[in-house]
Antibody, heavy 118, light 107 residues
């Protein structure tokens, strides 16, 4: 069965960096685009970033453009989110998610909590 | 970016009743809309894509309709496990965007 397991969350000070990882299994990872979606405490869903199956195309939300970088390693079935210059408003649960095709999301991890606080 | 507005914010109904949730897009998105269900402490789950196609394993009581700017998610007869938050999402234009959610609660 499809599994997406995020790691790397935690408490970090404003202005610092954090890298999230997502380990994928149960499907042919290299055939799927991948997303990161976040959810601030008690709030709705916010799409963050997308990477195509071969890593050649990347898209970002305006709120993170220039600060976050999405990447993947198809040899390891991993996707990453490098988050730099973190702000309080980046505090959220970050979900790793699989693109069904055409930018719908059909599989989600359980999420990892990032808290930006001094 | 395309803004999705969901209504109502909260819907209070009883098991067995019919639920109708709405999603309006700020511009036409054809049928490029999905619906997700999220329960507390869980990840979202895809229910409907392309406005009206049920995803694998989703019960037939869930149906979607609409095109252009106005969309509807209908749950024909509520089961206890259907009480959750529902989000719509458009994929017509980058960036993909979500509505703010409708909380379906037990009356």
């Amino acid at each position: 069965q499809v599994q997406l397991v995020e790691s790397g969350g935690g408490v970090v000070q404003p202005g610092r960096s954090l890298r999230l990882s997502c380990a994928a299994s149960g499907f042919t990872f290299s055939s799927y685009g991948m997303h990161w979606v976040r959810q601030a405490p008690g709030k709705g869903l916010e799409w963050v970033a997308f990477i195509s199956s071969d890593g050649s195309d990347k898209y970002y939300a305006d709120s993170v453009k220039g600060r976050f970088t999405i990447s993947r390693d198809n040899s390891k079935n991993m996707v990453y989110l490098q988050m730099n210059r973190l702000r309080g408003e980046d505090t959220a649960v970050y979900f790793c998610a699989r693109d069904k095709g055409q930018r719908y999301i059909d599989q989600w991890g359980q999420g990892t909590l990032v808290t930006v606080s001094s | 970016e395309i803004v999705l507005t969901q209504s109502p914010a909260t819907l209070s109904l009883s098991p067995g009743q019919r639920a109708t949730l709405f999603c309006r897009a700020s511009q036409s998105i054809s049928t490029s809309l999905a619906w997700y269900q999220q329960k507390p402490g869980q990840a979202p789950r895809l229910l409907i894509y392309d406005a009206s196609s049920r995803f694998t394993g989703i019960p037939a009581r869930f149906s979607g309709s609409g095109s252009g700017t106005d969309f509807t998610l209908t749950i024909s007869s509520l089961e206890p496990e259907d009480f959750a938050v529902y989000y719509c999402q458009q994929r017509d234009k980058w960036p993909p965007t979500f509505g703010q959610g409708t909380r379906l609660e037990i009356k």
